[in-house]
């Protein structure tokens, strides 16, 4: 888990697979602690089956100039199965999907236009379902481009990136200066924001957690983010 099967040895009937997850009274903290995780452990397998169709095709419009990224279902059945969990209450605070197909090194303008609407239509949708649910999504990217073209008429890897953050609490609108096209680091953007700060951020203002102690001391914030 996740990804793959819950196995329990032939010896286990499901009755008693069953009686694992339940909770009864005189239980000890840990043995009702661990009853409800394996309660979990098994709803999230079961909104993981449900969620996999019988013959899942395959994603044709991947650009064919990308590269990186692969192997991942795609973004909208992703992005399904994490509001199957939230709507299930099931415990976890934090999760990541991905979608590939931005590393494009040639005819990026096309291929960037159509992978760009494989992140919208599904973000919007997940949006939509989630709304009021107290859920934030960030969007970021590990890398980010150059600001000249290659040979190829597309870019190679780059540094400064752009992050998107949508959700409840979340307020709209540009935060940090727009980044200058000329004047560049060696040919990279110089960036305006550290995105420490933006994950500082969410990790105190999302999560209840102390930015320093996860990010190595780090102490910056995003003013009027959230």
Not at 21 to 34: E, H, I, L
Not at 122 to 139: E, I, S, Y
Request: hydrophobic fraction near 40%; aromatic fraction near 4%; include cysteine.
């Amino acid at each position: 888990m996740p990804g793959g099967k819950l196995t329990l040895p032939a010896v286990i009937t499901a009755d008693q697979a069953a009686a694992m997850g339940r909770q009864v009274n005189g239980d000890s903290p840990a043995r009702a602690r661990a009853a409800a995780c394996f309660a979990d452990l098994v709803r999230v397998q079961d909104l993981m089956d449900a969620s996999v169709p019988d013959d899942p095709a395959e994603d044709d419009d991947a650009p064919a100039t990308a590269t990186g990224g692969g192997g991942a279902p795609p973004l909208d059945q992703q992005l399904a199965l994490v509001a199957r969990c939230v709507e299930a209450n099931v415990p976890t605070r934090v999760y990541s999907v991905s979608l590939g197909g931005f590393d494009l090194h040639a005819d990026g303008k096309d291929a960037q236009q159509s992978i760009l609407t494989r992140l919208d239509k599904p973000l919007a949708a997940f949006q939509q379902r989630m709304a009021g649910k107290g859920v934030v999504v960030a969007v970021y990217s590990e890398f980010g481009r150059r600001v000249r073209a290659n040979a190829s008429d597309g870019t190679d890897h780059g540094t400064a990136s752009d992050m998107f953050l949508l959700g409840d609490g979340v307020k709209g609108g540009m935060h940090g200066e727009a980044p200058s096209l000329t004047d560049l680091d060696d040919g990279d953007l110089r960036y305006t924001v550290d995105f420490r700060d933006v994950f500082a951020t969410l990790l105190h203002d999302v999560l209840g957690g102390d930015p320093a102690r996860i990010l190595d001391g780090w102490s910056g914030r995003l003013e009027n983010l959230l």
